[in-house]
């Protein structure tokens, strides 16, 4: 199986900084792209940023300029910088990989359980 784990989240002031990391572990071959995405309540689950293996990235509006996503790929592991974070921030955060398990099987999809960015004074 493959098990992706976000850590990183917490409270924060509006302003404020955090950084994000989700590390995926288990029977993996290879890793193509790795995204976050994010759930307000109430709100459909949303694209935040992305990055393929070769580094090539994009962002969601409401982040470009003040997130920057990079990746580890020794580490299978994915970063999301978050800045000047805003109320609107405030949001469960998914890692999303896209993960080859064996030279013979295709990508597939795997998603992590979560963390929670609270964005409050």
């Known amino acids: 199986q493959v098990q992706l784990v976000e850590s990183g989240g917490g409270l924060v002031q509006p302003g404020g900084s955090l950084r994000l990391s989700c590390a995926a572990s288990?029977?993996?071959?290879?890793?193509?792209?790795m995204a976050w995405y994010r759930q307000a309540p109430g709100k459909q689950r949303e694209l935040v940023a992305r990055i393929t293996s070769g580094g090539s990235t994009n962002y969601a509006d409401s982040v470009k300029g003040r997130s920057t996503i990079s990746r580890d790929n020794a580490k299978n592991t994915v970063y999301l910088q978050m800045n000047s974070l805003k109320p609107e921030d405030t949001a469960v955060y998914f890692c999303?990989?896209?993960?080859?398990?064996?030279?013979?099987?295709?990508?597939?999809?795997?998603w992590g359980k979560g963390t929670l960015v609270t964005v409050s004074s």
């Open positions: 288990g029977s993996i071959f290879s890793i193509n792209a």
């Open positions: 999303n990989a896209d993960v080859k398990r064996a030279i013979a099987t295709p990508y597939r999809d795997y």
